[in-house]
């Protein structure tokens, strides 16, 4: 999608290793967000960010955590990934409270 | 804890119909409600948004409704075409600033030619 992209599409990684997803705008929105998707769940916030190194916890937080030193980059860590957490991420932007841009999405497999 | 509905999950109708799909949320305060359309392997893409003052917005062949006081949303969809085949998410935002959206699990559209 114009002005975010997310890097990798995909990735198979092993239970208990680290894994780091990245999410780059240029749109230069205040707002950037991380969502994963799941069959019966549909898409659920794991963290969000409120601007340069703002982050607050969404609905699904725990054994994920995000940093975001530029306004550009948000970036989202599996400390120690479990087979629970093989979803599909998107990470989003928005400028304030109206409007949604979703990037296409990183596939993740934790075997 | 806010809730949202879709039903049904799935939909399958002929070209040219028209064709309405559903959305229920179960916390009437909600700052707006967002429409979007999410293609097989790819993110989604928002087609309409309704702020809480708002009872529709109508984009192209496209039109949202919302009645915040008994929770419920629908997408009307007018002379469907193939193209208009995909899974259609509505997601609720709690208020103002950061938008995080509650979303339903989707009503998954076909549109047979």
């Known amino acids: 999608d114009a002005g975010i992209t997310q890097s990798p599409r995909h990735k198979v990684t092993e239970t208990g290793t680290p894994v780091t997803l990245r999410c780059h705008q240029t749109?230069?929105?205040?707002?950037m967000y991380w969502y994963r998707q799941d069959p019966g769940h549909g898409l659920r916030l794991i963290h969000y960010?409120?601007?340069?190194?703002?982050?607050d916890k969404g609905e699904v937080s725990d054994g994920y955590s995000v940093s975001r030193s530029k306004t550009e980059d948000f970036l989202l860590t599996l400390e120690s990934a479990t087979s629970s957490q093989t979803s599909v991420y998107f990470c989003?932007?928005?400028?304030?409270?109206?409007?949604?841009?979703f990037g296409s999405g990183t596939r993740l497999t934790v075997v | 804890k806010q809730e949202v509905t879709q039903i049904p999950a799935a939909l399958s109708v002929p070209e040219g119909e028209n064709l309405v799909l559903n959305c229920s949320f179960t916390d009437s305060a909600i700052y707006n409600l967002q429409w979007f359309r999410q293609d097989p392997g790819k993110g989604l893409t928002s087609l309409l948004l309704i702020q809480s003052s708002q009872r529709e917005q109508t984009s192209g062949r496209l039109n949202a409704s919302l009645d915040k006081s008994s929770g419920r949303s629908t997408l009307y969809i007018a002379a469907s075409q193939p193209g208009d085949s995909a899974t259609y998410l509505c997601a609720v935002n709690p208020g103002r600033g950061a938008q995080k959206l509650v979303f339903g699990q989707g009503t998954r559209l076909t549109i047979n030619p």
């Open positions: 749109e230069n929105h205040r707002y």
């Open positions: 989003a932007i928005s400028p304030d409270s109206y409007g949604y841009t």
């Open positions: 960010s409120y601007g340069v190194k703002d982050t």
